[in-house]
């Protein structure tokens, strides 16, 4: 059974930082390009960053540019976004996703 279980978010205020976790099951990790999206309330699902299968290679969405880093560890099936310097723009359900497949995703708010 094909699993993408997200975890690490919750509350945090401005300028803060978090770091989510995607363990991956089911099937073979280390041939996916793997990507992180977000839906923040009442707008549609934002992509937020990506990575090649080896780790080889970064992008990310212009909003999130030079504050979040994806990275990935093929040993142990797991992606990971490390959110630095966050902001109240930053709230939204974060999901990872190697195509086809989706994970539950995991909240992140960020308050004052």
């Known amino acids: 059974q094909v699993q993408l279980v997200e975890s690490g978010g919750g509350l945090v205020q401005p300028g803060g930082s978090l770091r989510l976790s995607c363990a991956a099951s089911g099937f073979t990790f280390s041939s996916y390009s793997m990507n992180w999206y977000r839906q923040a309330p009442g707008k549609g699902r934002e992509w937020v960053a990506g990575?090649?299968?080896?780790?080889?290679?970064?992008n990310y969405a212009d909003s999130v540019k030079g504050r979040f880093t994806i990275s990935r560890d093929n040993a142990k099936n797991t992606v990971y976004l490390q959110m630095n310097s966050l902001k109240l723009e930053d709230t939204a359900v974060y999901y990872c996703?190697?195509?086809?497949?989706w994970g539950q995703g995991t909240q992140v708010t960020v308050s004052s």
């Open positions: 996703r190697g195509p086809p497949y």
């Open positions: 990575i090649t299968s080896g780790g080889g290679s970064t």
